[in-house]
């Protein structure tokens, strides 16, 4: 069989029989993948529980039909002790089907219960499991916005599976068996409806795998192209866009909307083909056993159960189209997701990873590493940012790395944080390869304080003790948070009218720039920090906030922590022990390292880089 990869079977859809055949054992297997992540055991029992359930419950639902035969038969013979026994048959059987439908609503609602709980546990899980890179890199795929929608379908798609599925499967058996036991001609008239029905279902899956991925693909488009607009509604607003961007959104939705209906339109004809050609040859089936009742052949007591059930039968073979149609508008969505969430982690977790205890300072080292992103035009191809790097950065060690702008220098950040592993090279962390440590643990020991500090909704207090895992919290009284927040110059209890107990809006709306950047340092420096990276955190602030987040940056720099800053203002970078200039991996002869130079002082910086010495004459500095 040649290669074909399923994923792109599910981004472009079936073009032929066989890629239609890939591609629905393909959809088996994402059932198969959500009852096994979403269910959990307790939801996996509950449904087991249910089904043996139904297995009674749908037989109660089918034998009322024989005793009605029987009574029409105990009144054309007159029989009195017959009909009263038939009757009785007839309530127990209803008696029988409400209490056995009272057990399987009760494990439906435990299992709905069960499941709500582990969807959430596990979608988080699965979300949470990836690198910071990746989700940077693989932002359309991995998004919250996908993510969320699909929440939605896998839900659909699980109440379809487990309980409209398993009810539709265990009426149609039974009355298949009861059917073929009171005549084996309806029995075999059923099988025939049962192909048709099949055949059908095929046909029109396959239209619809072809032409609905696409659409749904469009849909996903819109949705990540809405959440991202709505996210940054400030720009839109300023921009005096909202009008065009409505119009833009709600043009698009409708093209879609219109392919859309019109494939559902073309599908709902095919439905009601099949059901004429079905009730065609049902309504022949039921002639048939009328003249072989009108022959003697078939017992005037049987007409009852047995059109009874075969029309059962018919009906749940209409239940089960239904059933399909729900589960392929549903199923792209939820293989998105799947295929998303799924994506192996670019920064694995050894199951014997090393735990990073809470004292002493790191000591790092970058040896001969190498990174590279893979190229926007052709992902197989890869673009080098680092080539090579050698640096040791001794413990309680503050470096200051310049370079130009696209160097690499936040690339050497996000290593050393663990956004994601070297393309080749190894990081030591006090003599560990990074890869060998357990992550949480390391995060918990460093901190990062980005350029765009990140404020989650909540109050001051919430964010500044956010680092802190909750088990430790009760350690930290009101009084020491102040004293974190006035190491940063932000204790100004004017400012914040609510004590710690002010919120501060979505991603810190209330705070200024420098207010923000000084919070972030606060949040980092509550626990005593190992190692910490600074990547230009100052340099979107005025000359007077910027010294005072200085401060704060300063102020939390102790002995006891190894620190890499990275930062364009030179003067910042006054009290660094080391200086590091990095220049392009593009810019590089052979055999040229990537750091030009490592320095001791600015002055050392300035008489030795020419990298350096540029910047600081553009800035009209002299060291
Ligand atoms: N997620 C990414 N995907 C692809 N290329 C990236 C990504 N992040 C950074 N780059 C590229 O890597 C190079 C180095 O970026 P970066 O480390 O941010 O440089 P610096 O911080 O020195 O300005 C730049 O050319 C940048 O465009
Ligand atoms: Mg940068």
Not at 477 to 499: E, I, M, P, Y
């Amino acid at each position: 069989m040649a290669n074909v990869d399923v994923d792109d079977l599910r981004s472009e859809g079936p073009s032929n029989w066989r890629e239609f055949l890939i591609l629905t054992s393909g959809s088996l297997q994402t059932l198969k993948w959500v009852w096994a992540h979403f269910a959990g055991s307790e939801g996996r029992s509950r449904v087991k529980s249910m089904a043996v359930w139904m297995l009674p419950n749908t037989a109660f639902k089918l034998l009322p039909f024989l005793a009605i035969g029987r009574l029409v038969t105990a009144v054309q013979e007159q029989d009195t002790p017959v009909a009263r026994v038939a009757t009785i048959g007839f309530f127990l059987s209803l008696v029988l089907m409400e209490l056995t439908g009272n057990r399987i609503r009760a494990h439906r609602e435990k299992a709905l219960a069960a499941c709500a709980v582990q969807i959430d546990k596990r979608l988080s899980e699965l979300f949470f499991h990836h690198g910071i890179g990746q989700f940077l890199s693989e932002g359309s795929r991995l998004s919250a916005a996908n993510v969320e929608k699909a929440r939605g379908r896998v839900w659909s798609v699980m109440d379809l599976m487990m309980f409209e599925g398993i009810a539709a499967l265990m009426d149609i058996g039974l009355a298949y068996v009861l059917v073929w036991l009171l005549s084996p001609r309806s029995g075999l008239v059923m099988t025939g409806l049962f192909v048709i029905h099949a055949f059908f279902s095929v046909y029109m899956s396959g239209r619809v795998m072809r032409d609905g991925v696409p659409i749904d693909r469009e849909y996903r488009a819109h949705n990540v192209y809405r959440t991202d607009r709505w996210s940054l509604f400030r720009r839109v607003i300023m921009a005096g866009r909202v009008r065009e961007e409505i119009d833009y959104m709600t043009e698009w939705m409708a093209r879609i909307s219109r392919k859309d209906n019109g494939l559902w339109l073309w599908f709902n004809d095919q439905i009601s083909i099949r059901g004429v050609v079905m009730s065609v040859f049902f309504s022949l089936c039921v002639w048939w056993e009328v003249t072989c009742a009108f022959q003697g052949i078939l017992a005037v007591a049987s007409m009852v159960p047995l059109f009874s059930w075969s029309y059962n039968l018919f009906m749940n073979f209409w239940r089960l189209g239904h059933m399909e149609r729900q589960l392929n508008w549903n199923m792209p969505s939820v293989q998105a997701m799947v295929v998303a969430l799924t994506i192996p982690t670019d920064v694995p977790v050894k199951a014997d990873a090393l735990q990073v205890l809470p004292n002493g300072p790191l000591g790092i080292e970058l040896r001969d590493v190498s990174y590279a992103y893979p190229s926007e035009t052709s992902p197989t191809e890869l673009v080098p940012v680092l080539s090579h790097v050698n640096l040791v950065i001794p413990p309680g060690c503050k470096v200051g790395l310049v370079g130009e702008t696209g160097s690499g220098k936040s690339t050497i950040g996000n290593l050393l944080l663990r956004f994601m592993d070297p393309t080749s090279g190894a990081i030591l962390v006090n003599g560990y390869n990074l890869r060998d440590l357990d992550l949480s643990s390391y995060c918990r020991a460093i901190g990062d304080i980005p350029q765009h500090p990140e404020i989650l909704e909540g109050t001051l207090r919430d964010n500044v003790l956010y680092n802190v895992p909750l088990a430790d919290r009760a350690a930290f009284s009101d009084a020491d948070v102040w004293s974190v927040l006035a190491k940063v110059q932000l204790a100004d209890h004017k400012r914040f009218t609510n004590g710690l107990d002010t919120r501060l809006g979505k991603n810190g709306m209330k705070l200024s720039g420098g207010q923000r950047q000084r919070l972030a340092i606060a949040s980092a420096i509550i626990q005593h920090l190992r190692f910490v990276v600074i990547d230009e955190a100052t340099s979107a602030l005025d000359a007077k906030t910027e010294r005072r987040v200085q401060k704060g940056i300063e102020a939390m720099l102790g002995e006891n922590t190894t620190a890499l800053m990275i930062a364009h203002r030179l003067p910042t970078l006054r009290f660094c022990d080391m200086i590091v200039i990095l220049r392009p991996a593009s810019s590089l002869a052979p055999g040229e390292s990537q750091i030009e130079y490592v320095a001791t002082s600015l002055e050392d910086a300035y008489a030795h880089s020419p990298t350096f010495r540029g910047f600081a004459d553009e800035l009209g500095m002299a060291f």
